[in-house]
């Protein structure tokens, strides 16, 4: 067997033992069920793993990962993990977490196509036509890609508050907060944009759903 993938399963049982001589209970207790406080929405990119930057353990997180942290209103995935997290595990806190030095956002600042991925990368440039006007006068190639990560955090939340279920919630008086961060792949810390949602005030008036009793 290849040497890296023998490794893998080699790595798993170490961890397991790892697991278990700390606690014997340990996979009891993560079989008896899971209650996360909070789900993570974050970029697919292997350099950002959800638990590890905020210290959380198996059980203390759900997680929905693509590329570039996107909630795509007709993405299904993205909608019954949302769904479930909300309505099943009654999560208090979804954060969405961009990173700089993102992939996608940069395929979305350029030109050049990389294939099937320019549709989903379309709804990143989407994001730069709303802010070219912020966008377009930031000289340094780097701030404006900085800024661009940070603005499509913020449509990407905008547009997980805008989702029946979230506004449902709201609507329905669940203790259920948004948050907009980006986290640092150069440093490992997480900026918090302050963009922190807890109802549906600040949404156009036009995205703010009526709910038929
Ligand atoms: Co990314």
């Known amino acids: 067997m290849e040497k890296f993938y023998k490794q893998l399963l080699d790595n798993n049982k170490e961890w397991v ?35 590890e930057i905020i210290g959380a353990e198996p059980g203390e997180v759900f997680v929905h990962r693509n590329i570039a942290n996107m909630v795509i209103h007709t993405d299904m995935s993205m909608l019954s993990v949302v769904d479930y997290a909300v309505n099943v595990l009654k999560v208090k806190h979804i954060i969405v977490c961009g990173h700089y030095g993102c992939g996608g956002v940069k395929a979305a600042m350029g030109n050049q196509s990389f294939g099937i991925i320019d549709n989903w990368i379309r709804h990143i440039k989407d994001v730069y036509r709303f802010h070219h006007k912020e966008l377009d006068l930031i000289q340094n190639e780097d701030e404006r890609f900085n800024r661009f990560v940070e603005l499509n955090v913020q449509e990407q939340l905008y547009d997980l508050a805008k989702t029946s279920i979230v506004q449902n919630a709201w609507e329905n008086k669940q203790d259920l907060m948004l948050h907009g961060w980006v986290y640092g792949v150069h440093n490992g810390l997480v900026k ?22």
């Open 192 to 213: 918090d944009l302050n963009l922190t949602m807890r109802n549906n005030d600040t949404l156009s008036d036009v995205y703010q759903l009526d709910f038929l009793d």
């Open 17 to 51: 033992a790892s697991k278990l001589e700390k606690d014997a209970n340990y996979f009891e207790r993560m079989a008896n069920g899971q209650q996360p406080p909070l789900l993570w929405i974050g970029c697919a990119d292997s350099r950002v793993p959800a638990n």
